[in-house]
Nanobody, 115 residues
Framework: QVQLVESGGGLVQPGGSLRLSCAAS????????MGWYRQAPGNQRELVAP???????NYANSVKGRFTISRDNGKNTVYLQMNSLKPEDTAVYYC?????????WGQGTQVTVSS
């Protein structure tokens, strides 16, 4: 089993920044993919950015150039640096870890972008 604990959400004004963190613990394989998803009210959960254990990344078009995903394999932690935040970035952000046939999820952290 794998446990994921997110932190770093909150309320920020448009144009501001936030940094999310997600620490994984448990039976973690050497090769895995961690990532961030988000879900706004009334919308489906969408992939924001994944990162593999060797550092390969990808981004949703809506966040390219504003968000940066990174990870510290020694700490089994993934980060999401979010800059130039917009009201449409408001959502619950979820951390995920995929290894073998399984995907694990964190409990989610609320990000609200509002003036």
């Amino acid at each position: 089993q794998v446990q994921l604990v997110e932190s770093g959400g909150g309320l920020v004004q448009p144009g501001g920044s936030l940094r999310l963190s997600c620490a994984a613990s448990g039976n973690i394989f050497t090769f895995n993919t961690m990532g961030w998803y988000r879900q706004a009210p009334g919308n489906q959960r969408e992939l924001v950015a994944p990162i593999t254990s060797n550092g390969s990344t990808n981004y949703a078009n809506s966040v390219k150039g504003r968000f940066t995903i990174s990870r510290d394999n020694g700490k089994n932690t993934v980060y999401l640096q979010m800059n130039s935040l917009k009201p449409e970035d408001t959502a619950v952000y979820y951390c995920s870890l995929s290894q073998g046939p399984n995907t694990y999820w964190g409990q989610g952290t609320q990000v609200t972008v509002s003036s």
